[in-house]
């Protein structure tokens, strides 16, 4: 391997191959687990990367992809492999307000993207929480969910294009820039939720939408869950709904109770407080409409109590309740926040199962989209303590059409889980494409499913 | 062949297995040239498509999936093939309001489809011309597009799971029903507008929306192509804006000139005609910011002409000028339809080139989705004078980030020029996962691309 890194080196020049102390420096991460990588590379292009991945791949070493490195299922895991660092290809390339994209390096955090897409009247609805150092490759490998999902959908319904590198080194550029385009494979699908086990995404090109004209935030009490769908439909319909996160009464207490900062907006006791968002195009038109929206619902029963956000500050303070989930680490000292998505009708039964196995389990989520995050006592947070606490939270998912992840994805951390969550031929499937874009196995090997 | 027909008869029985002129008589469409197909077979399940296969694939017969066969680039060709007809599985097998998802067979008619989401309370937003004939699953097959592509996307989009028999028999169970899902890779993307070429979709799990409660459409006149796309952004910003269909002014005469039955809802002379609709969740607002966008846009000077439809009638009567594509079979006895895709900027020039290599050609489509179609005269019809129009349509797609195919799809009659619209890695990228999953090459061979 010391051939191989005098190799990158020459390539790549000294500053870019980081090993030793440098290396271990930049795998401090709070947020996942990244190992002891034999080097940390950052290249400033796409050629670069091309040279990394060939010269790696000539050697048979492994290349793990790193964006902002906060995932969340260990999928950057770098032990003994070549970390490769997209942070100095961080560029937005373009925005093209005509046709409604941009064009941006993959390295780019998200935070900067949605940034300069506002600069040109326009919006990138990908909004999660760690969008400082998220960036747009890591979103884009990992598929990334968040808090708009109901309206945006997910990162893969915002990639009209991409650029991605191969095991090989080959370049694909995939750039597409164009809303309909029916010319073949659509290959960057490839590339999207795969986790950086098929490429390493370069570029991309983005769909921008409209910037909503109006914001509409409201905290709501409901005390029966069957409401809560009804709720959900009623407010799709009448408005442009962009977020409906059900907090269990657990959560709401904690967020609401000092040291926590926010102050419970509503009276405790209710079953369930679920936060809406409603996004439009016409400031006051929308906050009648979303005023009207809510008396219906208070006259049909569905709701009992609510609350409207009347300022910036307000709908500010509102979602900083729902964000607010560092208080989980009140319920014990070392916790695990699942994330799971499963049919709305299953979860009563679904969050009662987890509640009898494990009774200090809190629970909240976009209830919207079926996912539920649950933050759970990982006790010792021994391998053994984890795993028991796991099968506890995913069991009871697997005769519901559930599965172990809406949105985090797999990583090393839920591979033993997938089997449950997926067929042995969808499995299969999964192996087969791998084999046919990285035979050799060493595009962040062992991430999703153990290679053989 | 002998053998393999009298084993598929014992597997299917004598009726599902249809040779000689029963077979020709399927064969006559008047959309697409469907060839002659050894046999046409007929299964009743996914295990009988699943048997097709599985002796198909052991004898090296080539296979190809029949839908509505109302493609236009002759995808469904099956000339020497076993035409497998997914007509008999045509069930809508659950409707789920509370989740918004219904589950159907491959061989259900989109319209049919429709209509079962409607009885549910919600909608199937997919709409094309050819609803009445065409079949869920060649719409996924063909990843369809269609009239509403702004507002909900194409068939892609609304795909959450599918099940389909790979080349070799083997069946694929991805009917996930959630809207998130990252567990491992999606793997029914690779069934989703690949033409039946790596599997064959025989069930799916489609998202449903909440059905409308108002649809608001207008005729407009606009005299600058720049004012377009101002007005394009304009109604998205403030509208549920669900078409934005433009008509040249030679396809807006040929569809309100008699023998045409439309009359001209507004003064001819203007340089663009404008149908757009919108759908919302509330009649009564939803009319007054109808109107009221349209004297917004009025007064800004981009729009100099409009008319609204009042009733049920007159909505109908506007998107019937739309739909009448048949007139231009008044430009010549033979023409050809194109689909082309290109940015909304680009537009202008390169109307103007194919113009100029084709004077009496008609352009109209999907301006919002930067969709382009365009009528013309095809000559004697020889392949000669075909490959003679067809250069002039494509080749000034190809310095402009045009591409040949927005929605059609490539089968085998744009296939030659599948090579201008993607890159050579992009083609290399689709045949290695080609040889992934049919490595004998009998699933729908040589559509999209020549194979080996």
Redesign the interface.
């Known amino acids: 391997m010391g051939e191989l890194l005098d190799d990158l080196r020459a390539a790549l020049g000294e500053a870019s191959v980081l090993t030793g102390e440098d290396a271990r420096q930049t795998t401090l991460s709070p947020w996942t687990r990244l190992g002891e990588p034999l080097a940390v590379l950052k290249p400033r292009s796409t050629a670069e990367v091309s040279t990394v991945l060939r010269l790696a791949h000539a050697a048979g070493a492994a290349v793990v992809p790193w964006g902002g490195r906060t995932g969340l299922v260990d999928g950057a895991q770098a032990d003994g492999a070549l970390a490769l660092s997209l942070e100095r290809m961080n560029a937005v390339e373009a925005v093209d307000a005509?046709?409604?994209t941009m064009r941006v390096q993959a390295g780019c955090p998200l935070q900067a993207a949605c940034e300069a897409a506002e600069a040109g009247g326009l919006m990138l609805p990908l909004d999660l929480g760690s969008r400082g150092s998220a960036t747009i490759g890591g979103n884009i490998s990992?598929?990334a969910?968040g808090n708009r999902?109901l309206r945006y959908?997910?990162m893969?319904?915002m990639v009209l294009g991409l650029e991605a590198v191969?095991a090989d080194g080959?370049?694909?550029?995939?750039l597409?820039?164009?809303?309909?385009?029916?010319?073949?494979?659509?290959?960057k699908?490839?590339f999207?939720?795969?986790e950086g086990t098929l490429g390493v995404v370069t570029r991309a090109v983005l769909r921008l939408r409209?910037?909503p004209?109006s914001q509409n935030v409201a905290f709501l009490a409901v005390d029966a869950f069957e409401a809560l769908?009804r709720l959900l439909?009623r407010f799709?319909?009448?408005?442009?709904l962009s977020a409906f996160e059900v907090l269990w009464p657990e959560f709401y207490d904690l967020v609401t109770t000092p040291p926590a900062k926010g102050s419970p907006p509503l009276p405790r006791g209710h079953a369930f407080y679920v936060l809406i968002e409603a996004l439009g195009?016409?400031a006051e038109?929308d906050g009648?409409?979303f005023e009207?929206a809510l008396a219906g619902a208070l006259e049909s029963g569905d709701l009992v109590d609510a609350v409207i956000a009347k300022s910036d500050a307000e709908r500010g303070a509102l979602w900083a309740l729902r964000d607010d989930v560092g208080q989980t680490r009140r319920v014990a000292p070392r916790t695990i926040a699942f994330d799971v998505?499963?049919?709305?009708?299953a979860m009563p039964p679904y969050v009662a199962d987890v509640r009898a196995a494990l009774p200090e389990a809190v629970v909240f989520g976009?209830l919207g989209?079926?996912?539920l995050h649950i933050i759970a006592d990982a006790g010792d947070g021994s391998a053994g303590a984890r795993h028991a606490v796991e099968t506890k939270v995913y069991q009871p998912l697997r005769n519901r059409?559930?599965?172990?992840?809406?949105?985090?994805?797999?990583g090393l951390m839920?591979r033993e889980y997938?089997a449950w969550?997926?067929?042995p031929?969808?499995?299969?499937?999964?192996r087969?494409?791998k084999?046919?874009?990285d035979p050799q196995g060493t595009l962040n090997p062992g991430k999703?499913?153990e290679t053989a």
């Open positions: 005509a046709s409604g990992t598929n969910g999902v959908g997910m893969r319904d191969l080959t370049v694909v550029d995939a597409n820039s164009l809303i309909k385009n029916n010319t073949g494979y659509d290959i699908q490839l999207i939720g795969t409209p910037k004209a769908p439909r799709e319909m009448s408005l442009g195009g016409e038109a009648e409409a009207a998505s499963l049919p709305i009708a976009h989209d079926g996912n059409g559930g599965v172990v992840s809406a949105e985090h994805g797999i839920k997938l969550s997926r067929s031929e969808e499995l299969a499937v999964m087969a494409m084999a046919a874009l999703v499913f």
